[in-house]
């Protein structure tokens, strides 16, 4: 990857628009290969100071294009921003911050390029304050540094550490049982955190027999409550959140997704409403998405997309006329006739304002051709659009426009995503092997995700999980949480 060497910087390129160029550089160099390791690729190379190619020619390969169509079009990436910074500083192309003193919080989520950021800073005479927790060390898939590079910091500064060893949000049983678990990770910094409140805060350990169960309890007990009561609902992945999200729905129980997209912006959910969008308003988008959904390759679904100027119906028509069976699978055209013989139905009833039947004419010829799970969380959200009022347009305005309530009921969120966040009930779902931890990750890793998750609460602790997804994580075990203690 070619590192712009002058201080003059680019445009700085927007997520959306950093994922379409690594995109196209995957797909004219790696393509064979996952995306998702070109990013990791990317992020990688961007998170050290000094340049090492990749030992995978395309993925090489892929790096020196993203690189070198970044600077032709005069851009920048945000990970540019730090190394620029770095490198201009430490050659007095550019002076320091002009401050006395840095202060760095979450340290231990600096990688190598932040580090250099900071030091470059002590060099100049700049003062430096870490705050850091080794314990809390969430993003070494981001290259984060962790307790390593607390400890090198720190010998680089020859600074002098201070514990913090008050605890002032979570009462004293649930800081305990956290201390319990972290204590099974070695190498960690030597600390003794006890407790401000000694009032000992409510703990549960509940084991349901699958997952909708667990989302279903979730937004029952829920609901049971006053409104006021301050929930955050935490899981290992944004596949789990979505049930919660779904029961939740399904109940009418205000809530916000936080940092993540609501299940009808996602694949099931929004193939679902594009299909009945397209019922109700003739356009193609909705059909050639579900046509995808449905199994139909790519490629054919987009040479279908090129036809122009006419509604979905009289595409289909045409389409099937025109079929050409000997370059075409027999089976994407049952698929075609199928739709299109769906679609003929479909808008009439939703003509004689039979919503309710469209929408689970619709829900049942896409579940009958995905997976089950699909066709579970399809059903699921069949039932919300069901109870909804009005015609079809206003139904997928209200579904669509649930999960905006910024701020609103109980927050559901990744374990990641309540880093720095605490809140007087904590519901941790999804704690079995195989969640958490996760394969994707370290035991030790995982162990601290988990550690954060409990130490989120400052009344009320629930970690619950499903037996049909395995049996209960190692951490309720190594954390010694037991059912209904109080
Ligand atoms: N000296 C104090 N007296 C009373 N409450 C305090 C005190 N210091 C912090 N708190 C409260 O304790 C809670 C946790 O504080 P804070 O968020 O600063 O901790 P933290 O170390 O950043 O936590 P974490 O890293 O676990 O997210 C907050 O509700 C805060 O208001």
Same mark, same amino acid.
């Given at each position: *990857?070619?590192?712009?060497?002058?201080?003059?910087?680019?445009?700085?390129?927007?997520?959306?628009?950093?994922?379409?160029?690594?995109?196209?550089?995957?797909?004219?160099?790696?393509?064979?290969?996952?995306?998702?390791?070109?990013?990791?690729?990317?992020?990688?190379?961007?998170?050290?100071?000094? &340049?090492?190619?990749?030992?995978?020619?395309?993925?090489?390969?892929?790096?020196? %294009?993203?690189?070198?169509?970044?600077?032709?079009?005069?851009?920048?990436?945000?990970?540019?921003?730090?190394?620029?910074?770095?490198?201009?500083?430490?050659?007095?192309?550019?002076?320091?911050?002009?401050?006395? &003193?840095?202060?760095?919080?979450?340290?231990?989520?600096?990688?190598?390029?932040? *580090?250099?950021?900071?030091?470059?800073?002590?060099?100049?005479?700049?003062?430096?304050?870490?705050?850091?927790?080794?314990?809390? %060390?969430?993003?070494?898939?981001?290259?984060?540094?962790?307790?390593?590079?607390?400890?090198?910091?720190?010998?680089?500064?020859?600074?002098?550490?201070? %514990?913090? $060893?008050?605890?002032?949000?979570? $009462?004293?049983?649930?800081?305990?049982?956290?201390?319990?678990?972290?204590?099974?990770?070695?190498?960690?910094? $030597?600390?003794?955190?006890?407790?401000?409140?000694?009032? @000992?805060?409510?703990?549960?350990?509940?084991?349901? %027999?699958?997952?909708?169960?667990?989302?279903?309890?979730?937004?029952?007990?829920?609901?049971?409550?006053?409104?006021?009561?301050?929930?955050?609902?935490?899981?290992?992945?944004?596949?789990?959140?979505?049930?919660?999200?779904?029961?939740?729905?399904?109940?009418?129980?205000?809530?916000?997704?936080?940092?993540?997209?609501?299940? &009808?912006?996602?694949?099931?959910?929004?193939?679902?409403?594009?299909?009945?969008?397209?019922?109700?308003?003739?356009?193609?988008?909705?059909?050639?998405?579900?046509?995808?959904?449905?199994?139909?390759? @790519?490629?054919?679904?987009?040479?279908?997309?090129?036809?122009?100027?006419?509604?979905?119906?009289?595409?289909?028509?045409?389409?099937?006329?025109?079929?050409?069976?000997?370059?075409?699978?027999?089976?994407?055209?049952?698929?075609?006739?199928?739709?299109?013989?769906?679609?003929?139905?479909?808008?009439?009833?939703?003509?004689?304002?039979?919503?309710? !039947?469209?929408?689970?004419?619709?829900?049942? &010829? !896409?579940?009958?051709?995905?997976?089950?799970?699909?066709?579970? !969380?399809?059903?699921?959200?069949?039932?919300?659009?069901?109870?909804?009022?009005?015609?079809?347009?206003?139904?997928?305005?209200?579904?669509?426009?649930?999960?905006?309530?910024?701020?609103?009921?109980?927050?559901?969120?990744?374990?990641?995503?309540?880093?720095?966040?605490?809140?007087?009930?904590?519901?941790?779902?999804?704690?079995?092997?195989?969640? !958490?931890?996760?394969?994707?990750?370290?035991?030790?890793?995982?162990?601290?995700?988990?550690?954060?998750? *409990?130490?989120?609460?400052?009344?009320?602790?629930?970690?619950?999980?499903?037996?049909?997804?395995?049996?209960?994580?190692?951490?309720?075990?190594?954390?010694?949480?037991?059912?209904?203690?109080?």
């Amino acid at each position: *990857m070619r590192r712009n060497k002058s201080s003059g910087l680019g445009r700085l390129i927007s997520d959306g628009e950093r994922l379409s160029l690594i995109r196209r550089c995957w797909q004219q160099h790696a393509k064979r290969l996952p995306l998702e390791s070109i990013v990791q690729a990317i992020d990688a190379a961007k998170s050290r100071l000094e &340049w090492k190619p990749s030992e995978c020619a395309e993925i090489e390969a892929a790096l020196q %294009s993203y690189g070198e169509v970044l600077q032709a079009e005069g851009s920048v990436d945000f990970a540019d921003l730090m190394l620029q910074a770095v490198r201009d500083i430490q050659s007095k192309t550019m002076p320091p911050l002009s401050i006395r &003193w840095l202060l760095v919080d979450e340290a231990q989520d600096m990688d190598a390029v932040q *580090m250099e950021w900071v030091k470059t800073h002590a060099d100049h005479g700049i003062e430096i304050t870490l705050v850091g927790d080794d314990d809390q %060390s969430l993003y070494s898939f981001r290259h984060a540094m962790g307790y390593e590079g607390l400890r090198h910091i720190s010998e680089y500064l020859s600074s002098a550490v201070m %514990s913090l $060893p008050i605890n002032y949000r979570c $009462p004293e049983n649930v800081l305990q049982h956290a201390n319990r678990l972290i204590a099974h990770n070695a190498d960690r910094a $030597p600390k003794n955190v006890e407790a401000f409140r000694k009032s @000992p805060g409510v703990i549960d350990v509940i084991r349901l %027999s699958d997952r909708w169960s667990e989302a279903d309890l979730i937004a029952s007990r829920i609901q049971a409550e006053s409104e006021k009561a301050q929930w955050a609902i935490l899981a290992r992945t944004n596949n789990i959140i979505d049930k919660v999200e779904v029961a939740f729905a399904d109940r009418d129980i205000p809530y916000h997704r936080m940092g993540g997209k609501s299940v &009808w912006n996602k694949t099931v959910g929004s193939t679902l409403l594009g299909l009945l969008r397209s019922v109700g308003d003739g356009s193609w988008t909705g059909v050639a998405n579900a046509l995808y959904f449905t199994g139909m390759a @790519p490629r054919l679904v987009n040479e279908l997309s090129r036809i122009q100027g006419i509604t979905c119906h009289e595409r289909l028509d045409q389409i099937i006329a025109e079929y050409d069976h000997s370059t075409s699978p027999k089976s994407d055209e049952t698929l075609l006739i199928s739709l299109h013989d769906g679609m003929h139905d479909w808008v009439d009833q939703d003509k004689r304002e039979r919503q309710a !039947l469209v929408i689970h004419a619709v829900t049942a &010829w !896409l579940a009958d051709r995905t997976t089950e799970e699909n066709g579970t !969380l399809l059903r699921r959200l069949e039932g919300i659009l069901c109870r909804l009022n009005g015609s079809l347009s206003v139904r997928l305005m209200k579904a669509a426009s649930r999960s905006k309530a910024v701020g609103k009921g109980a927050a559901i969120m990744t374990l990641h995503a309540a880093k720095g966040l605490e809140f007087s009930n904590v519901w941790i779902l999804g704690a079995e092997e195989g969640n !958490l931890p996760h394969s994707d990750s370290t035991p030790e890793e995982e162990r601290r995700l988990f550690y954060v998750g *409990m130490t989120r609460s400052k009344n009320r602790l629930i970690v619950s999980s499903a037996a049909k997804e395995g049996s209960a994580s190692r951490y309720i075990t190594e954390s010694e949480l037991k059912p209904c203690q109080n």
